[in-house]
Nanobody, 119 residues
Framework: VQLQASGGGLVQAGGSLRLSCAAS????????MAWYRQAPGQQRELVAI???????HYADSLKGRFTISRDNAQRSVYLQMNSLKPEDTARYFCLANIKSGGYDYRTFWGQGTLVTVSS
């Protein structure tokens, strides 16, 4: 099982980006999916979670600017980021709880995609 994240890049403050993360491999089921981020010198922090039935939860500081969504048929999770600020600069990681290979749900991480917001 692999998670492949994409969509990062350089954007000016106030701009938008949409991150994507697709799961591949022999997958029986996908539970919660999420985005985390890690800025240089900082701990990794939760951005948003989406459950398998579409319920969402956001970090308080990001509500209203970021939107998480998923496409179960595509085995993908997305993060729409609007009104970006320089402090949003970080490497963004996707996470998914995946049932595969006869195992119960396990947590998988994507490789991360870098978002840089210039002032």
């Amino acid at each position: 099982v692999q998670l492949q994240a994409s969509g990062g890049g350089l954007v000016q403050a106030g701009g938008s980006l949409r991150l994507s993360c697709a799961a591949s491999g022999s997958i029986a089921s996908i539970g919660n999916m999420a985005w985390y981020r890690q800025a240089p010198g900082q701990q990794r922090e939760l951005v948003a979670i989406i459950t398998d039935n579409g319920s969402t939860h956001y970090a308080d500081s990001l509500k209203g600017r970021f939107t998480i969504s998923r496409d179960n048929a595509q085995r993908s999770v997305y993060l729409q980021m609007n009104s970006l600020k320089p402090e949003d600069t970080a490497r963004y990681f996707c996470l998914a709880n995946i049932k595969s290979g006869g195992y119960d749900y396990r947590t998988f991480w994507g490789q991360g995609t870098l978002v840089t917001v210039s002032s």
